[in-house]
Every structure is written in structure tokens, then in C-alpha cells.
């Protein structure tokens, strides 16, 4: 699942927009992994990351609940708006040497740089090399900026527009209109933080 | 999904987070319904509305349905891949897996995305055109379970069934990726949706593979997934 590769970006602070992803490799490294996943997990939390989630988590669960259902098979996803964090978490992980992939996602200028201000080699990189087909069907760019910070593609521009005319009309402020319009994603990749600053934008550029 | 109209309150909060647009209201029969046809089983209204009456069930699902869940359901672990989030690892974990190696371009085609949806008879046209060409798919990918390795195509039976997206994952030899490229963007002119690109190498690869996307005017990258390079097989 790609899914935090085609995050589409407008302006030059949507960079500030990181997605982590821990991920056994099934078949391969992935038996024994829970304790290394539970070890890492407390790390990134102590980082204080915008946003993470779980697929194994249900709804209102709190994390020590869901530290329980991690298992072998179990992703970590989460995502940082504040570069330094990401950095000093690959600084971490390179040293503690857990043997899990690690993947940034990112601007990829951005997402070098900071493997290597980690003493990081880069392995492999996933490009995002546009949209294609019947790309006068989708929705304005703004709009597409929320909707492909999820992952799995849940966000939907119906869910968008209402929110966003939620704002407009006073009813709800932008920071919740963005936890709101965050609710269908489960995999923790959808940037609250830079969702705030895109739903500003938008009512204030639109009225 | 289903609504469990004795709880129902009316309060419509539910219209708004569909993905699908599914959700409605049935004035005839006063009452909030899901247009099955539209509905990708995706789970949002069971894990992620704040219904205040818990409203949303799933009823046993027939094969063309379970086929929606485990591809558009985030939560639901892929009865292929047995992996949840959809399923594939691309280049999550080529430092480990080596799917994608030193001479390969890795290419995920993710039909759907963003936010149109797709059909299988999408999938069908992209896989039958690309089929004659050089090119290994991923065998350990949901949608390659269900296709014919010859033809490239996907069951009738499942033609009109609707995912939110999923993923073609095929890789070539690098002198390949040119012809593939080609071939791929024509196709991108005659399907009935839309697909977003994922050109993936090694990173001692990635300049002469950024001059062969630059040709077909794909360089204007916003957004990589970079993999660190730390995953290890436990024999190392």
C-alpha cells in the first residue's frame, strides 16, 4: 500500500509533513518482531508524533490497550510535521540497530538530507511520479491536499466541503475541522497539524 | 454494511464520512439507508463515525463483497497477503525482501487513487495492456491472485466490484522502463479513472532512472518514500 506516497503538497511549509513506517518483512524478519515493534512504538511516542494509529485499534482505545494487540505481523505508522524529530528518531533506531525497514516519507530533497544528518545511507526510494488518466474528474488541489494525506484513501471531498463550510459558517473552529475530516483515517498518516494549516487556507482564500 | 434502524436517531452525522457517498436518506421510508452499489465495505462507518446509536453493523458478506472489505477495509487482514492495511510492502522492505534489485525499476500502479475509485475491468485494461511487455508483476500482491497471468485479465464476475484503490505491482529491467513507461502513459489515456505512480529503485540506481522519468515529463517528484536501509534478515 503506497499510501503515504502521493501526498500532494501546494506550498513550501506543506513540506514540513513526515511519514515514519516501521514495517516487518512477512516472511523474513517478521517472527519475534512484537517486542521490537513495542520498543520502538515507546520511542516514537515519547517523540510526540502529530498523529499515530494502528489498524488492530479500535475505536477510543487507549494505547496500553492497544500495546497489547501488536503482534508480529503489526506495522507502525505515524507522522511528524517537526524535521528534527524524524532525525533524531532515525538517530536512535541506527544506533539501537532493531533490524525493522524504516522508511521516510517525505519531500525527497528534505527526506535525504535528514538520513543523513543521521549517518544514513539511503536503500531504496519510492518516487511519486504523478496522477494520470482522468484527472479533470478529481476534485480542486486544495481539497486533493487534505484527501491524500490519507493513506487508504478514506477521506472523501464530500467530507471536505462540509467541514469546511462548517468553518466558514463559524460553527466549528479549523483545529477541529481537521481532527474531524482525520477520522476515517486508521492508519495514523494523516497530518492534523498541516491539516489545520490547509483548512486556514482554504477558508481564508475562499471566504 | 447495514444500519440498525431501531438505534438510528436521525441525526445524519453519518452522510458527510462515507467515502463512497453511499450513506442516505430514504424519505419514502424515513429512514437512513446505504446504497449497497456504492457502499466498499470499507469499515469507516463501523471504526471511525461518532454514531450516537452504534448504528453500523456488517452482515455475513458474499464472495464479490468480502473481495470489497479486503481491499478497500484497512482493518481487515487480506485473505492473499494476510496482512492488514491493504496489504503490499513495495519498497517498505526492499533492504531486506530485495524485491526491487540493483538493476530493476519497481512500478506500483495504484488504479484509483486518488479518490475515484476503480472497477476491476480498470485493472483488466492496465494489466492486459501492459501484459506482452517485459515485465514481472509481484506475485505476492492481492490483485495478482486474482488475475489471469496470461491474458491479464480479472474475472467477470468481479468486473463492476469497487475498490477505493488497489495496487498493480510489476517490475522491469532497467533498459526495459522506457518501453513500459510509454506503453503505461497511452494506456493512462484510455481508462475510465485515474492512477497515481510509484517508480521505485535502489537509491544507487535512482539518477539514470530520474533521467528516464524526466523524459516522459514525470520529474516534478513532491513526495518519495525513502527506505533507511536498517531492516536485516535474521541470518545477518
Known amino acids: 500500500m503506497t499510501h503515504s ?8 511549509e506543506d513540506r514540513d509533513d513526515f511519514v515514519f513506517l516501521c514495517t516487518p518483512a512477512i516472511g523474513v524478519n517478521h517472527e519475534n518482531s512484537r517486542k521490537t515493534l513495542l520498543e520502538i512504538l515507546d520511542i516514537i511516542l515519547d517523540l510526540e508524533p502529530e498523529n499515530i494509529n494502528f489498524y488492530e485499534a479500535k475505536k477510543d482505545m487507549d494505547i496500553e490497550k492497544i500495546k497489547q494487540l501488536i503482534h508480529d505481523k503489526s506495522r507502525l505508522r505515524c507522522c511528524f510535521s517537526d524535521r528534527n524529530k524524524v532525525v533524531k528518531l532515525l538517530d536512535i533506531l541506527k544506533r539501537e540497530d532493531f533490524g525493522l525497514s524504516v522508511v521516510i516519507s517525505g519531500c525527497p530533497d528534505e527526506v535525504e538530507q ?6 544514513i545511507q539511503p536503500h531504496t526510494i519510492n518516487m511519486a511520479c504523478g496522477c494520470h488518466g482522468k484527472i479533470e474528474n478529481l476534485p480542486d488541489r486544495e481539497s486533493l491536499s487534505l484527501i491524500s494525506m490519507c493513506g487508504h484513501g478514506l477521506i472523501g471531498p464530500v467530507l471536505v466541503s462540509h467541514m469546511i463550510e462548517k468553518v466558514k459558517t463559524g460553527d466549528i473552529k479549523a483545529k477541529d475541522a481537521a481532527q474531524l475530516i482525520g477520522l476515517p483515517c486508521s492508519c495514523g498518516v494523516y497530518n492534523t497539524v498541516r491539516a489545520e494549516q490547509i483548512i486556514t487556507r482554504m477558508v481564508s482564500i475562499n471566504g | 454494511m447495514y444500519i440498525d434502524h431501531e438505534n438510528c436517531v ?29 457502499c466498499y465495505e470499507c469499515g469507516v462507518c463501523i471504526n471511525s463515525i461518532p454514531c450516537p446509536g452504534h448504528c453500523f453493523t456488517e452482515n455475513e458478506l458474499s464472495h464479490k463483497r468480502r473481495v470489497r472489505k479486503f481491499f478497500n477495509n484497512p482493518k481487515s487482514t487480506h485473505a492473499i497477503t494476510r496482512v492488514p492495511g491493504r496489504g ?15 538493476n530493476e525499476v519497481g512500478l506500483c500502479i495504484e488504479i484509483g487513487r486518488p ?107 513532491q513526495n518519495a518514500k525513502i527506505n533507511a536501509g536498517l531492516g536485516k534478515c535474521p541470518q545477518d
Do not use: W
Open chain 1, 114 to 119: 535528514m538520513m543523513q544528518e543521521a549517518g
Open chain 1, 5 to 12: 506516497l502521493h501526498r500532494i503538497k501546494l506550498l513550501k
Open chain 2, 115 to 221: 479518490i475515484m475509485g476503480a472497477v476491476f475491468n480498470d485493472f483488466s485494461l492496465i494489466c492486459q495492456g501492459l501484459i506482452d511487455l517485459p515485465i514481472t508483476f509481484e506475485k505476492n500482491n492481492p490483485l495478482y491472485e486474482l488475475m489471469d497471468p496470461i491474458t491479464g485479465k480479472f474475472p467477470d464476475e468481479l468486473s463492476q466490484e469497487r475498490l477505493i484503490s488497489a495496487i498493480i505491482e510489476l517490475k522491469v529491467e532497467l533498459d526495459n522502463t522506457e518501453i513500459v513507461l510509454e506503453r503505461l502513459l497511452n494506456l493512462s489515456k484510455k481508462i475510465d479513472t485515474v492512477f497515481s505512480l510509484g517508480v521505485i529503485c535502489e537509491y544507487s540506481l535512482k539518477k539514470k532512472v530520474m533521467s528516464i522519468v524526466k523524459k516522459h515529463g514525470l520529474d516534478d517528484i
Open chain 2, 10 to 38: 436521525l441525526c445524519f452525522t453519518c452522510f458527510p464520512f462515507c467515502p463512497g457517498q453511499a450513506i442516505s436518506f430514504d424519505t419514502a421510508k424515513n429512514q437512513v439507508t446505504i446504497d449497497q452499489a456504492l
Open chain 2, 88 to 102: 503490499t510492502e513495495e519498497s517498505k522492505t526492499n533492504d531486506v525482501t530485495k524485491r526491487i534489485s540493483k
